[in-house]
């Protein structure tokens, strides 16, 4: 069942295009992360979904009706911010009951729920406590309890992690997924940072300018890139995209880079001269950055390459050492120079 659809939604501040003719489906119980750059439209898209906005043009329909004319407070729509904003005067357990007191949630119902949400975060012991004695992590748990225990139909989070310290976000995340396995409330997810999105979620939509990119699993954003704008932004470092004609981009992954192969390669697509710049130590792998002269019409300009090998290899290169860095066909997405997209496997030479 499908339970949040955005039909050709559109929002303009002035000639600036937010949100741009975006068409989107949430099936019940997934979670799906909206992943772009800073100033991308995704904060205006989700404001719009929660009824902070009002599109300029276009539908938003929950459980196949439009809210597009419902304020915020009547969409069983529950939100949860980059600042948790908490309210400072109030214990946690009455901040946690707001929404059930704001909405005239009979008084019978709210223990039950109460202890539901809060056992279900784990913060029982805090109930008594005002939220400038909590740590991030708890108010952060204390946040998404006050959200779970609307029973909403939909869950909309505005970067909630970016808050918390690297440390405690990783963890954090690894909850927010088991919570939302658990409970299955659907789930729209704004982000910046692609592993979280790509981490958490079922399916992510990349966003750029105000435009869907792309929508799919983590894996089919990373293997099958819908433009060059998602195979330019997904992945660290992302894919290498080298021009090989006036038409055509090459995109390699940079851990597909074969850097001076032995014996013979096979369907060899790609085959540059680098000469090494630098040799990045990541622990498990190297990073090997290059400059190369494209094949292609480059109007002479260098192309920065990146090869992605692993710890065990111990490569001996030192900057401004010449190398061989090869691509296979199969490891390859063409793209179209003028239009940025994908070029179908069956137009592509073999
Ligand atoms: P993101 O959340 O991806 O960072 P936003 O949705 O906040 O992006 O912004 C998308 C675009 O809309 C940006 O160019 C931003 O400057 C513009 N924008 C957002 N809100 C307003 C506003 N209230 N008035 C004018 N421009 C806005």
Same mark, same amino acid.
């Given at each position: 069942?499908?339970?949040?659809?955005?039909?050709?939604?559109?929002?303009?501040?002035? =000639?600036?295009?937010?949100?741009?003719?975006?068409?989107?489906?949430?099936? +019940?119980?997934?979670?799906?992360?909206?992943?772009?750059?800073?100033?991308?439209?995704?904060?205006?898209?989700?404001?719009?979904?929660?009824?902070?906005?009002?599109?300029?043009?276009?539908?938003?329909?929950?459980?196949?009706?439009?809210?597009?004319?419902?304020?915020?407070?009547?969409?069983?729509?529950?939100?949860?911010?980059? +600042?948790?904003?908490?309210?400072?005067?109030?214990?946690?357990?009455?901040?946690? /009951?707001?929404?059930?007191?704001?909405?005239?949630?009979?008084?019978?119902?709210?223990?039950?729920?109460?202890?539901?949400?809060?056992?279900?975060?784990?913060?029982?012991?805090?109930?008594?406590?005002?939220?400038?004695?909590?740590?991030?992590?708890?108010?952060?748990?204390?946040? /998404?309890?006050?959200?779970?225990?609307?029973?909403?139909?939909?869950?909309?989070?505005?970067?909630? /992690?970016?808050?918390?310290?690297?440390?405690?976000?990783?963890?954090?995340?690894?909850?927010?997924?088991?919570?939302?396995?658990?409970?299955?409330?659907?789930?729209?997810?704004?982000?910046?940072?692609?592993?979280?999105?790509?981490?958490?979620?079922?399916?992510?939509?990349?966003?750029?300018?105000?435009?869907?990119?792309?929508?799919?699993?983590?894996?089919? /954003?990373?293997?099958?890139?819908?433009?060059?704008?998602?195979?330019?932004?997904?992945?660290?470092?992302?894919m290498n995209l080298i021009p090989i004609n006036?038409?055509t981009v090459a995109g390699i992954r940079?851990?597909d880079m074969l850097v001076?192969p032995?014996?013979?390669v096979?369907n060899v697509f790609i085959d540059l001269a680098v000469?090494?710049?630098?040799?990045?130590?990541?622990?498990?792998?190297?990073?090997?950055?290059?400059?190369a002269?494209s094949d292609a019409?480059?109007?002479?300009?260098?192309l920065?390459v990146?090869a992605?090998?692993?710890? =065990?290899?111990?490569?001996?290169?030192?900057?401004?050492?010449?190398?061989r860095m090869v691509g296979q066909r199969k490891d390859v997405c063409l793209?179209?120079?003028?239009?940025?997209?994908?070029?179908?496997?069956?137009?592509?030479?073999?």
């Amino acid at each position: 069942m499908t339970v949040l659809t955005l039909r050709a939604l559109e929002k303009h501040y002035g =000639s600036i295009k937010a949100v741009d003719h975006v068409d989107l489906q949430l099936e +019940s119980g997934e979670f799906m992360a909206i992943l772009g750059p800073s100033g991308s439209g995704k904060s205006t898209l989700m404001r719009m979904v929660a009824g902070l906005e009002s599109p300029t043009a276009g539908d938003i329909l929950v459980d196949g009706q439009s809210v597009v004319n419902v304020p915020p407070q009547h969409r069983n729509v529950a939100m949860v911010f980059q +600042s948790f904003a908490l309210y400072p005067h109030m214990t946690v357990r009455d901040n946690i /009951l707001f929404p059930l007191v704001s909405r005239k949630v009979p008084k019978h119902e709210h223990e039950a729920r109460l202890n539901k949400a809060t056992s279900m975060l784990g913060v029982e012991d805090l109930l008594d406590r005002r939220p400038n004695r909590l740590s991030g992590g708890q108010q952060q748990r204390v946040a /998404l309890a006050r959200a779970l225990v609307r029973d909403p139909d939909l869950f909309v989070f505005d970067e909630p /992690l970016s808050a918390l310290d690297a440390q405690i976000r990783s963890r954090a995340r690894a909850e927010l997924r088991e919570l939302h396995d658990q409970t299955r409330i659907t789930t729209l997810y704004v982000t910046h940072d692609q592993v979280e999105a790509m981490g958490l979620a079922d399916r992510v939509a990349v966003i750029n300018e105000g435009r869907l990119h792309q929508v799919g699993t983590p894996q089919e /954003l990373y293997n099958d890139p819908a433009d060059l704008f998602v195979a330019g932004f997904i992945g660290n470092p992302p894919m290498n995209l080298i021009p090989i004609n006036e038409t055509t981009v090459a995109g390699i992954r940079p851990e597909d880079m074969l850097v001076d192969p032995e014996g013979d390669v096979s369907n060899v697509f790609i085959d540059l001269a680098v000469t090494i710049e630098h040799i990045e130590y990541l622990g498990s792998e190297w990073l090997a950055h290059g400059q190369a002269q494209s094949d292609a019409d480059t109007h002479g300009q260098e192309l920065h390459v990146i090869a992605r090998l692993p710890a =065990s290899s111990h490569p001996d290169f030192v900057s401004g050492q010449k190398c061989r860095m090869v691509g296979q066909r199969k490891d390859v997405c063409l793209f179209d120079r003028a239009s940025g997209k994908r070029q179908a496997r069956a137009e592509v030479p073999a």
